[in-house]
């Protein structure tokens, strides 16, 4: 048995602009579990990556411990890619981001990963605002190691044991949007439409871009009585509204009726169209988007779609006033100045 694509595709595969088909943005077969939610996630990212024609080798793809942390390797071969310890991803990501800004950062983590062991860890890359796409896996358990409850399980859930939970769980996008995260949006892996549009205005972001994608496990959680089972996503989801995304410089075009239209400006010029569905939510209010979020998780919903977006962010490499270039590309003239450079630092220590 092999865990190698075949090479072979269909020869009349449409190209992007940079005259790549979809197959270079694939990585190896996959080895999870048939039908599980993650494979969908990959595959999102996939398209997201080639509709925004962005080059593999610019992009940095990391990941810590547990299912979803697997899945690198099935997406993006072309690309760098890191897998880290367990809950240690945000520490390798930042280092790997301060040495090099010119590359795209995708950080893959699950709900034992970051909400669990990586939790402080988490926290800490939301308040620096990293310039990076953070997704988490959510199944509500820990998939490798059988089953068991995560931080994320819903109080009265009940696993495939028939044990139900009774602990609060972490609400993860809730966190992020508290603790600062300039771009926070929650999904479903079994909804393609909405969670494509949210990667790619996610990795237009300048900053923090949190995605919390509930993604059920076919074999350990998708019982009658689990929250992250299949089956009760999908009864008890709620979009915050319909999602497009328009890259920048495209012609702009809606049939919706006036006054339901909600335009947020990326950085970069490109647009992500919400129609909205969600009452008294705005996602350019943090408040609001808390409220939303509390108001759906009272009524046993999940809130999926763009929850908030900061437009106006500064990113770390902003903060710290970091040099442009790669570290590894700078000179010998930039790295040491010279003996008057360090006189004139000495007499400021004085």
Known sequence: MTYVRPKFRHPELKKNK?????????GALSTLCAGCGHDSIS????????????????????????????????????????????????????GANLANRELKYIGISGDGDSASIGMGQFVHVIRRNLNMLYIVMNNGCYGLTKGQDSATADPGS????GHVNTFQSIDLSSLAIELGATFVAQSFSGDKKQLVPLIKAAMKHTGFA???????????????????????????????????????????????????????????GSIIE?????????????????????????????????????????????????????????????????????????????
């Open 18 to 26: 940079l005259g790549y088909t979809v197959s270079y943005y694939e």
């Open 210 to 268: 949190f995605i919390n994608v509930i993604s059920p496990c076919v074999t350990f959680n998708n019982n009658v009585g689990s929250t992250k089972s299949y089956d009760y996503v999908r009864e008890h989801v709620e979009a915050t509204g319909t999602i497009d995304f328009v890259p920048e410089m495209k012609e702009i075009t809606t049939d919706y009726a006036e006054g339901t239209m909600e335009h947020v400006v990326m950085h970069d």
């Open 43 to 94: 595959a999102a990212i996939v398209q997201a990556c080639y509709d925004l024609d962005i080059e593999p080798h610019k992009v940095a793809k990391l990941s810590g411990i547990g299912c979803s942390s697997k899945t690198p390797a099935y997406f993006l071969s072309n690309s760098h890619g890191f897998n880290s310890v367990h809950g240690r991803m945000p520490s390798v990501a930042t």
């Open 158 to 161: 009940k696993n495939k044991t």
């Open 274 to 350: 919400l129609h909205k569905l969600a009452q008294g939510w705005d996602p350019h209010s943090r408040i609001s988007a808390m409220n939303a979020v509390q108001l759906a998780k009272a009524k046993n919903e999940i809130l999926t779609g763009l929850l908030y977006m900061e437009h106006e962010s500064q990113e770390l490499h902003d903060m710290l006033g970091t040099t442009e270039k790669p570290l590894n590309t700078l000179g010998k003239d930039v790295l040491c100045p010279g003996a008057a450079k360090l006189r004139e630092l000495n007499a400021t220590l004085r």
